[in-house]
C-alpha cells in the first residue's frame, strides 16, 4: 500500500526532525573532542555527525516513507551532497546565531539548524529520482 505523497512529505519531515535531533549529540561531541573553537571543526563534526544516520535514514525511507528499494549508489551520492552542503552550511548558521545572540549559543544550535534546513527541500529528488518505483518486497528495483 503507497502512501499519498502529502503523507510521504509529512513522515519525511518527521524523519528529517527526528534525525536531525538525533545528530545533535554526536555533533556536540565530536566538536568538544576536537576542542572546537573554529568553524573549521564545526563543519568537520557536521560531517562526521551525518555519516552514520545516512545508513539509518535509508532504511526509514525504504521501508516506512516511499516503500520501495531505491538503487543504493543514488542514496549515497545524493546524500553526499547534502552533507556536504550541511556541513559548509553550519558554520554559516553558527555565525548568524552569533550575531543574534552572544558566541556561546552559536556553537550549540548552529548544526541542527543547517540539518533541518538542508534535508527539508530533499523531499523531491527522493521522490523522484531516488524511490520512484513501487513496492517490491520480493526484488529490489533495478539501477537506472
Known amino acids: 500500500m503507497s502512501l499519498s505523497p502529502v503523507h510521504q ?11 536531525g535531533l538525533l545528530s545533535w549529540v554526536p555533533q556536540y561531541g565530536i566538536y568538544w573532542l576536537m576542542n572546537g573553537s573554529s568553524y573549521w ?19 526509514i525511507q525504504r521501508r516506512l516513507i516511499f516503500t520501495t528499494n531505491g538503487p543504493l549508489l543514488r542514496f549515497l551520492l545524493e546524500k553526499l551532497l547534502i552533507m556536504a552542503s550541511i556541513s559548509l552550511f553550519s558554520p554559516l548558521c553558527r555565525a548568524i546565531i552569533e550575531l543574534v545572540a552572544t558566541r556561546e549559543h552559536g556553537d550549540n544550535p548552529g548544526f541542527p539548524l543547517a540539518a533541518i534546513i538542508g534535508f527539508v527541500p530533499s523531499f523531491l529528488p527522493n521522490k523522484f529520482w531516488m524511490f520512484r518505483g513501487g513496492f517490491s518486497p520480493t526484488r529490489p528495483t533495478r539501477l537506472r
Open 9 to 19: 512529505y509529512l513522515l519525511f519531515l518527521f524523519n528529517v526532525g527526528k534525525l
Open 41 to 59: 571543526h564545526c563543519t568537520k563534526a557536521s560531517f562526521l555527525a551525518c555519516v552514520p544516520l545516512v545508513f539509518v535514514n535509508l532504511s
